[in-house]
Every structure is written in C-alpha cells, then in structure tokens.
C-alpha cells in the first residue's frame, strides 16, 4: 500500500498568512494526488486534483504542486474560513490512501 | 446535478451486520464508478473500496478481509456497501462517492452515515 505522511500534523495561523502543508508518498504516484479540506462534521470538500488543478469554485489563494513523491498545498493570505483540517488522498494505486491530516489552527 | 443521498444512521451490536444505501441523482448512474470512504471519530478518512459503473465488478481494500460487499440496483440508480461480522472499532461515518472522470478524485458525496457499533 501506498503511504501517505502529512506535515506538519498541525499548525497555528493568523488570518493574511502564507501557509505550506506537505504531503509525501512512499513511493511514487505521478500526479495521482488530490487535496481536500474538512471542517467538523462535514464532508470532506475537494480542493485540488491531479497534484494541481483547482476544482470549480476553490478560491484562487489556495494553490498546490508537486509529483512523483512530494507535493505541496499553499493557502497564501489564511482566511477565517480556511481554519479546518487539510487531507491528502492518493488515487495511483489501489487501495486508495488518504494522509493523516493537516490541521490548521487560528 | 449529481446528487448522493445515503441512508440514515444505524445502531448495531457486535458481530452483526450493517447495509448501507447511496441512492443517485443527475448523471448516468452505470458511467460512472461509485467509491466507499468511512471515517472513524477523530481520524483520517480510509477508502473502503469501490464498484464499476460499466461492469458491477467490485473491489475492496484488504483492511475489511472479506467484511464487505458492494452491490448496486441499476433500476433504482442505488448503490449499497455492507459491512458484517462488526467490531467497536467499525465505529464512523460512512461515505459513497464519485470520481469525477477516470483520474479518481472523489468530486461528488454522499452527506454520509453514522453507523455505532456498541453492545
């Protein structure tokens, strides 16, 4: 299986700031990785596809990148809406594997 | 537009079993696969498995050993996912979805279910 390892597991922001979470592959998945934000007791909302396109409706300060093992999801000037919790989900192999989280704290 | 309606929240004892249902709305229910996430209180979420559009063919992750089975009525544009032989720890809400197209992110959801499994 293939492991997904978020970092940092939690951090602490101030609205405007630029933030960078990191998801890592144990092995290499292409661009075979998404990003999906979640607030307590909701769904799981789909932010970023295939490691760098923004889904329909995201805001434009949420940005992302990477291939093969590393990739990156940037929120650059926090909003008080963007306070939740940050997955990373790899769709190259099954089963599918979600990360532990990023959770992004005021 | 693409709509995942689940079933209600179950209550269940160890040992016994649970039968989901994903009822679909706004596309064509046979083009497109339907996925199982679950997600236990204060964890991640953990993909379950997923059933073909075009085929029906099934499959799950090793994780579940056999537990669960993924079914579908075309007729009724119903997908299902039952999970036996329950455990505390099956504990969590649990979610269908959809890929957007072939590259495999889940765009559409289900607003999930809460299945409890306690004696």
């Known amino acids: 299986d293939v492991q997904m390892t978020q970092s940092p597991s939690s951090l602490s922001a101030s609205v405007g700031d630029r933030v960078t979470l990191t998801c890592r592959a144990s092995?290499?998945?292409?661009?075979?990785l998404h990003w999906f934000q979640q607030k307590p007791g909701k769904v799981p909302k789909l932010l970023i596809y295939?490691?760098?396109h923004l889904q329909s409706g995201v805001p434009s300060r949420f940005s992302a990148g990477g291939s093969g093992t590393d990739f990156t999801l940037t929120i650059s000037g926090l909003q008080p809406d963007d306070f939740a919790t940050y997955y990373c989900?790899?769709?190259?192999?099954?089963?599918?594997?979600f990360g532990q989280g990023t959770r992004v704290e005021i | 537009q693409v709509q995942l309606v689940q079933s209600g929240a179950e209550v269940r004892k160890p040992g016994a079993s649970v039968k989901i249902s994903c009822k679909t709305s706004?596309?064509?229910?046979?083009?497109?696969?339907l996925h199982w996430v679950r997600q236990a209180p204060g964890q991640s979420p953990e993909w379950m498995g997923w059933?073909?559009?075009?085929?029906?063919?099934?499959k799950s992750s090793g994780n579940f050993q056999g537990r669960v089975t993924f079914t579908r009525d075309t007729s009724a544009n119903t997908a299902y996912m039952e999970l036996s032989s329950l455990r505390s720890d099956d504990t969590a809400v649990y979610y269908c979805?959809?890929?957007?197209?072939?590259?495999?992110?889940?765009?559409?959801w289900g607003q999930g279910t809460l299945v409890t499994v306690t004696s």
């Open positions: 979805a959809r890929p957007y197209d072939s590259s495999g992110y889940l765009s559409f």
């Open positions: 706004g596309y064509s229910f046979t083009t497109y696969d």
């Open positions: 059933i073909q559009g075009i085929t029906g063919y099934t």
């Open positions: 092995q290499s998945i292409g661009v075979y």
């Open positions: 295939v490691a760098s």
């Open positions: 989900q790899q769709s190259y192999s099954t089963p599918w594997t």
